[in-house]
């Protein structure tokens, strides 16, 4: 069974920083990318960052120049490194993990799908 747990978020002055990581674990292959999303209250779930097995990359323009997604392969991590954030990045942010490749152990076979975090609450206060 795999698994993302996320973890870094919290509470923060406008202006600060948060790092937020996510790791996948379980009988896992490869992961194709890897990405942030956020929900805030009343509003639907917006893609933040992205990035491929091979670091490209890719940003909502609201976090571009603030906000850098990276990857750590061999540990099928991601991280999202917030700077100079502001109140209207207030939301949870969700960890997705986009065509998993793993395999089931009790019988082997092996399979694709795409995983979601649990989600972790950023909160900046104006």
């Known amino acids: 069974q795999v698994q993302l747990v996320e973890s870094g978020g919290g509470l923060v002055q406008a202006g600060g920083s948060l790092r937020l990581s996510c790791a996948a674990s379980?009988?896992?292959?490869?992961?194709?990318?890897m990405g942030w999303y956020r929900q805030a209250p009343g509003k639907q779930r917006e893609l933040v960052a992205a990035?491929?097995?091979?670091?490209?990359?890719n940003y909502t323009d609201s976090v571009k120049g603030r906000f850098t997604i990276s990857r750590d392969n061999a540990k099928n991590t991601v991280y999202l490194q917030m700077n100079s954030l502001k109140p209207e990045d207030t939301a949870v942010y969700y960890c997705?993990?986009?065509?998993?490749?793993?395999?089931?152990?009790?019988?082997?076979?092996?399979?694709?799908?795409?995983?979601w975090g649990q989600g972790t609450q950023v909160t900046v206060s104006s």
């Open positions: 379980g009988s896992i292959f490869s992961i194709n990318a």
């Open positions: 990035i491929t097995g091979g670091g490209s990359t």
């Open positions: 997705n993990a986009m065509g998993v490749v793993a395999t089931i152990r009790s019988t082997g076979n092996i399979y694709e799908r795409d995983y």
